[in-house]
Each structure stands twice: as structure tokens, then as C-alpha cells.
């Protein structure tokens, strides 16, 4: 079946850093992948879609300048966190469409960033 | 835009009995309705979906009913074991849209 994955698997790094998180689909391709943002406890929030050969669209209120989004390949979205803040300590989910019926997405393991 | 709410936010049931999750959607122009474990730390994972043009559907011991009228749907697990204890959430779309609006997440426990 659909698989995405998500590298790395948890980050932690120093205020003012920036951080890179690849979101791939593995047997399939995809023109469009979602991130996601998911605060302890609370339901996944929607931050932007990932449109392969244009750029991102970013949700109402999402800093595009803050999460830098390129969509590379047909395979490969990264989302980048800019000179990160512990504010932005979340986990970081991807999705994609599947490909094989309307609307059916399939989500990558998540990154668990923590900024110090 | 399209609004989804989910109740309750945490369900305890005994092994075996049967574990009842419902969400209500706000725009009737929504046509996809899927359902999602999460485990700790771990993605959501599709478990059942359903479209608009069904009334229901069942897959094992797990089943969601969709009522177009009330704008709800259900997701319903029979039989439940310990292995069912996760958060589940449900999730609206608009046929073609492909963006998913997801419910508050109900926390799911199965007490042995």
C-alpha cells in the first residue's frame, strides 16, 4: 500500500536554529503533499499544501517565511523551521494523496521537534 | 469553511463491549468522510472511510454510518480489544478538494 515516511523521526536543537524535516512517498507520487502541525493532546492543524513545481499554499495565520516549504520532487516535500523558537516544539506531520480513490490521504510518522 | 466537531473527547469501554465516536460536519457540500487511529508518537493511520453516496460501511469489526440529512456521521467498533485503546479522529473533505478537516480526537481506552 501508500507509504510515506518522514526523516527525522525527532529533532532537538538550539533556539535560533533552522531545521529541515523531508516528508517522501515511497511507491507512489505526489504532486501535492499537506504539513501538518500537532500540539500535544490537540487535533492536527492544517499549515500548508505542498504543490510540486509552484509554490506552497500557507493556511490562514502560518508564516511562510517562518516554514519554508519546497516541493522538490514528485517524491520529496521539506519543510523548513527558520531560526526556530521552544514555540515552535510540535510534531510535525506530512500527508499525501494515495492516488488510488478521490480524497484518500495517507500520513507519514511525524517529527517530534523540540526546540531548547 | 467547513467545520467538524468530536464527541466525546474520551471514551472508557470494557474489552468486548462495543465503542461508539461521533463527529458532525458543517458544510453539506462535503463528500468524504475518513477515519483515523493515532498512537503515541506515531502518524494517524486510515482505518475506514466513507463517501457521500453511501449510508454505510463496514470493514471487520469496525463500521462508520454517514446521515446526509443531520450532517453526522459514526464511527462504531465491535468487540473491542486492548489494541483498540488509541485516539481516533474523524476527518471532512470536499470531492476534490483534498484538504482534511479533522475533529477534536477522542481518546479511546479499552480497560481488560
Known amino acids: 500500500g501508500a507509504v510515506v515516511s518522514q526523516h527525522p523521526s525527532r529533532v532537538i536543537c538550539k533556539s535560533g536554529t533552522s531545521v529541515k524535516i523531508e516528508c517522501r512517498s515511497l511507491?507512489?507520487?505526489?504532486?501535492?503533499m499537506f504539513w501538518y502541525r500537532q500540539f500535544p493532546k490537540k487535533s492536527l492543524m492544517l499549515m500548508a499544501t505542498?504543490?510540486?513545481?509552484?509554490?506552497?499554499?500557507?493556511e490562514q495565520g502560518v508564516e511562510k517565511d517562518k516554514f519554508l516549504i519546497n516541493h522538490a520532487s514528485l517524491t520529496l516535500s521539506t519543510l523548513t523551521v527558520t531560526s526556530a523558537h521552544p514555540e515552535d516544539s510540535s510534531f510535525y506531520i506530512c500527508?499525501?494523496?494515495?492516488?488510488?480513490?478521490?480524497?484518500?490521504?495517507?500520513f507519514g510518522p511525524g517529527t517530534r521537534l523540540t526546540v531548547l | 469553511g467547513e467545520n467538524v466537531e468530536q464527541h466525546p473527547s474520551t471514551l472508557s469501554v470494557q474489552e468486548g463491549d462495543s465503542a461508539v465516536i461521533k463527529c458532525t460536519y458543517s458544510?453539506?457540500?462535503?463528500?468524504?468522510f475518513p477515519w483515523y487511529k493515532q498512537e503515541l508518537g506515531k502518524g494517524p493511520q486510515l482505518i475506514i472511510d466513507?463517501?457521500?453516496?453511501?449510508g454505510e460501511k463496514k470493514d471487520q469489526r469496525i463500521a462508520v454510518t454517514l446521515n446526509k440529512t443531520a450532517k453526522h456521521f459514526s464511527l462504531h467498533i465491535t468487540e473491542t480489544q486492548p489494541e483498540d485503546s488509541a485516539v481516533y479522529f474523524c476527518?471532512?473533505?470536499?470531492?476534490?478538494?483534498?484538504?482534511?478537516?479533522f475533529g477534536q480526537g477522542t481518546r479511546l481506552t479499552i480497560n481488560p
Open positions: 500527508s499525501a494523496p494515495s492516488g488510488r480513490s478521490p480524497n484518500e490521504q495517507f
Open positions: 466513507i463517501r457521500s453516496n453511501v
Open positions: 511507491d507512489f507520487q505526489a504532486t501535492t
Open positions: 505542498s504543490n510540486e513545481g509552484s509554490k506552497a499554499t500557507y
Open positions: 458544510d453539506s457540500a462535503s463528500n468524504y
Open positions: 476527518a471532512a473533505s470536499l470531492q476534490g478538494a483534498q484538504k482534511l478537516v
